[in-house]
């Protein structure tokens, strides 16, 4: 069965960066989107970005616009999300998710979840 396992979560100043992971076992996923979001205490799961593992292609929130770049690793099979000039607003738990064929900004859409990794970011 598909599964995504995220890791690189943790607690960075204000202005800092991190680098999360999503690692994709299970099957092929050469026709799929991997999407990250996030969830704060108290509010909704967010749209961050989406990755098209096929054609390459990105989208972004606005609020992360100029700050955040989903990458990937072929031979890993792993989509990363570098996160630089972190704010405190920035704080969630983070998800990485998969669909088959194109990406979504909408959390409903997506098929696979991983587990989730904490991001803390302090001013």
């Known amino acids: 069965q598909v599964q995504l396992v995220e890791s690189g979560g943790g607690m960075v100043q204000a202005g800092g960066s991190l680098r999360l992971s999503c690692a994709a076992s299970?099957?092929?996923?050469?026709?799929?989107?991997m999407g990250w979001f996030r969830q704060a205490p108290g509010k909704e799961r967010e749209f961050v970005g989406w990755?098209?593992?096929?054609?390459?292609?990105?989208a972004y929130a606005d609020s992360v616009k100029g700050r955040f770049i989903i990458s990937r690793d072929n031979a890993k099979n792993t989509v990363y999300l570098q996160m630089n000039s972190l704010k405190p607003e920035d704080t969630a738990v983070y998800y990485c998710?998969?669909?088959?064929?194109?990406?979504?900004?909408?959390?409903?859409?997506?098929?696979?979840w991983g587990q989730g990794t904490q991001v803390t970011v302090s001013s």
């Open positions: 990755f098209s593992w096929s054609g390459g292609s990105t």
């Open positions: 299970g099957r092929t996923f050469t026709n799929y989107a």
């Open positions: 998710a998969g669909r088959a064929g194109v990406g979504s900004r909408y959390a409903t859409l997506y098929d696979y």
